[in-house]
């Protein structure tokens, strides 16, 4: 399967963006399917996560509250809907399909998209 996420950009502390990750090469709708991000200088790390058929829903601490996973089988995709951003989510966000307990990535990752936070 191939990932890329997308809708990235620069946005002011205290808005709201929404990226997308779409897959193709197959069907991902079976799979749970995750988002990470990579700050600069530091390593990636989970953000969210939402099972196969999107009833169950999971979220770092960092983010809880203010990200929304999300997805739709019929559009191969999964989103993030990001509230009340802050400088420091700032980062690459990756997509990539999960195991299902653990959330641990499972897939190669593909193109990421930049998120800049602004001060």
């Known amino acids: 399967v191939q990932l890329q996420a997308c809708g990235g950009g620069l946005v002011q502390a205290g808005g709201s963006l929404r990226i997308s990750c779409a897959a193709s090469?197959?069907?991902?709708?079976?799979?749970?399917m995750g988002w990470f991000r990579r700050a600069p200088g530091k390593e990636r790390e989970f953000v969210a996560a939402?099972?196969?058929?999107?009833?169950?829903?999971d979220y770092a601490d960092s983010v809880k509250g203010r990200f929304t996973i999300s997805r739709d089988n019929a559009e191969n995709t999964v989103y993030l809907q990001m509230n009340s951003l802050k400088p420091e989510d700032t980062a690459v966000y990756y997509c990539?399909?999960?195991?299902?307990?653990?959330?641990?990535?499972?897939?190669?990752w593909g193109q990421g998209t930049l998120v800049t936070v602004s001060s």
């Open positions: 090469g197959r069907s991902v709708s079976n799979y749970p």
């Open positions: 939402i099972s196969g058929r999107g009833g169950r829903t």
């Open positions: 990539a399909e999960v195991s299902g307990i653990s959330w641990t990535p499972r897939s190669s």
